[in-house]
C-alpha cells in the first residue's frame, strides 16, 4: 500500500504547530487532514480530517469507508512499537500498537524531512559517514558532483543522501 501527502501546509494553532494536508492511497484521495479552527470545519465539509492544534487528537472526514477500512487495517497490521521509559513500561510492559494518530504523524515526519532534505541537496552535498548515527548528517556547503569527489578524497566510505533526492 503506498500512502502520499498531497497539498501539505503547517501553521502555528492554539497549543503548537498544526498542519493540514491531503493523504492519498494508492493515487487515490484517501482523507483531507486540517488543523484550523473550528469555524473552517463547517465552512469546508467534503473530504476532511480535522485537527484541531489544540492538542486534542485528530478528525478524520473519509472519503470513503472503504478507504478508512484500507487504511485503518493497515496501522493494525504495523508491528507493536516496543516501551521505552518507564511510564510507557508500566502501561504497556509488551509494547503498544499505532494509532491513526500517530501514524499521520509518522507520515508528516517523513514528508516533511524528505521536503527539508530535497532542498538542501539542491545547493550543498550532503553525506554522512559509517561511525555517524543513525539519522545524522554532515553537509558540504559545495554543490553535489564537486562535493563528492571532495569528500570521497578524504572519506572513501561516506554515503550521499544526494543520490537519492538528484
Not at 491531503?22 to 480535522?50: H, M, N, Q, T
Not at 516501551?83 to 509518522?106: A, C, N, Y
Request: hydrophobic share 35%; aromatic share 12%.
Amino acid at each position: 500500500m503506498e500512502f502520499q501527502i498531497k497539498k501539505f501546509k503547517s501553521f502555528r494553532g492554539m497549543e503548537g504547530m498544526g498542519f493540514n494536508l491531503e493523504l492519498w492511497v494508492d493515487g487515490a484521495k484517501a482523507c483531507f487532514i486540517v488543523a484550523r479552527p473550528r469555524i473552517v470545519r463547517y465552512l469546508r465539509r467534503s473530504l476532511d480530517s480535522i485537527d484541531e492544534a489544540n492538542g486534542g487528537m485528530f478528525r478524520y472526514e473519509w472519503a470513503s469507508r472503504k478507504a478508512a477500512q484500507k487504511v485503518q487495517a493497515h496501522v493494525d497490521a504495523l508491528p507493536i512499537i516496543p516501551s521505552i521509559s518507564g511510564v510507557d513500561k508500566s502501561l504497556w510492559p509488551e509494547g503498544r500498537k499505532q494509532d491513526m494518530d500517530e501514524f499521520i504523524s509518522h507520515l508528516v515526519d517523513e514528508f516533511e524531512s524528505d521536503k527539508r532534505f530535497k532542498r538542501l541537496c539542491k545547493t550543498k552535498t550532503v553525506f554522512r559517514l559509517p561511525t555517524d548515527k543513525a539519522g545524522d548528517y554532515r553537509s558540504l556547503n559545495v554543490p553535489y558532483p564537486a562535493g563528492r569527489q571532495y569528500v570521497l578524497e578524504r572519506h572513501s566510505t561516506a554515503e550521499f543522501l544526494n543520490e537519492k533526492y538528484l
